[in-house]
């Protein structure tokens, strides 16, 4: 009877426990300490899954076990099989982005970058907008000196770019944070405060904000919110808040690096976008269970971590994860977003 009652137990406990990863947002979980880690990683928990199954199985060849161990198997696989439906639904997709400037007159280009302070280089990075003919670049972890020398190469190559940068430490170059904006885009200001935290920026590493001096085109934001590590969880959902503020705006283009998934960002959007009004390029293009941190593992092992989210001024026309720069030096993979006007 006792073996029972414990065999009941630990099959409800491990069913309670297997939904909450597959939906914490179901209990309102997924901003938490250690939920929130292990639900970035789907990917992975669909791998585990399989390999778990497996051992409850080889574990179930001995007698005394066998009924507990049918049960968490059942258990696991309806989970793996959850986890992967989810998946399928965000899409694994990795759509064509022309390496050409042949999109349409109004046509916006954005290549976002985390370039974990400065690895890929001028070199890369320039390579990489010319090619695109990004009309935005957002680079995370990207010092002044790097965002100027950048923007002066891409004028040497035909592309001139205006340049912003904000920086929270002077030594540490993952705390600083460029964004260059094409002059055909209009003449921008830069509007976020130079200190950290709300309500003028994130916490811990700064955002960039530029509106349109003229009041004509969107507001650009290029984004670096501060991970969820285990003394840093309450700066982390300060500024996953503060970013949905900044996209609660007639006209917006946001990218970087979120250090959040659609599963973090569930709660903040408003009409069904994925942050404040922005809705999320890679959900649109059916690209958004590929992971983009770390370049370590394939993409479907990653952590979609980066995004290009806008309004529904913007309708996405192509977006790419650009894997194939995995061996840059930087451990985020760069995202590239074509958007069209969503009256064009």
């Known amino acids: 009877m006792f073996s029972r009652i414990l065999s009941s137990l630990i099959a409800l406990g491990a069913a309670v426990g297997l939904l909450v990863l597959a939906w914490p947002q179901l209990f309102g979980l997924q901003n938490t300490w250690m939920i929130a880690q292990l639900v970035s990683f789907r990917g992975v928990l669909v791998a585990a899954s399989a390999v778990g199954i497996v051992l409850l199985m080889v574990i179930g060849i001995l007698r005394p076990f066998r009924r507990i161990t049918g049960t968490l198997a059942v258990l696991v696989l309806v989970f793996a099989v959850a986890t992967s439906g989810i998946l399928a639904l965000r899409g694994a997709a990795n759509g064509d982005v022309s390496l050409a400037t042949n999109g349409a007159d109004d046509s916006i280009t954005v290549l976002s970058w985390n370039t974990r302070g400065e690895e890929p280089g001028v070199d890369a990075i320039v390579k990489l907008a010319l090619e695109s003919g990004a009309d935005i670049v957002s680079l995370p972890e990207t010092t002044d000196e790097l965002g100027t020398e950048v923007a002066v190469a891409m004028k040497e190559g035909g592309r001139p770019m205006w340049v912003w ?180």
């Open 165 to 344: 940068t904000l920086n929270f430490n002077d030594v540490y170059k993952a705390r600083s944070t460029a964004l260059l904006i094409s002059p055909d885009l209009g003449e921008y200001t830069l509007a976020s405060a130079a200190g950290s935290g709300p309500p003028g920026n994130t916490n811990i590493s700064p955002t960039v904000v530029a509106t349109p001096v003229n009041g004509d085109g969107p507001t650009i934001i290029a984004v670096h919110a501060g991970a969820p590590t285990e003394g840093a969880m309450s700066d982390w959902r300060s500024d996953l808040d503060w970013l949905a503020e900044q996209c609660d705006a007639p006209n917006v283009i946001m990218a970087g690096d979120f250090n959040a998934t659609l599963d973090h960002m569930a709660g903040r959007g408003i009409d069904g976008a994925a942050l404040g009004r922005c809705a999320d390029a890679a959900l649109s293009a059916g690209s958004a269970a590929l992971g983009t941190w770390p370049t370590a593992v394939p993409p479907l092992l990653g952590a979609p971590i980066d995004h290009v989210l806008a309004t529904d001024n913007w309708r996405v026309d192509a977006f790419r994860v650009l894997d194939e720069v995995d061996d840059s030096g930087s451990d985020h993979r760069p995202l590239l977003t074509r958007y069209l006007p969503a009256d064009g």
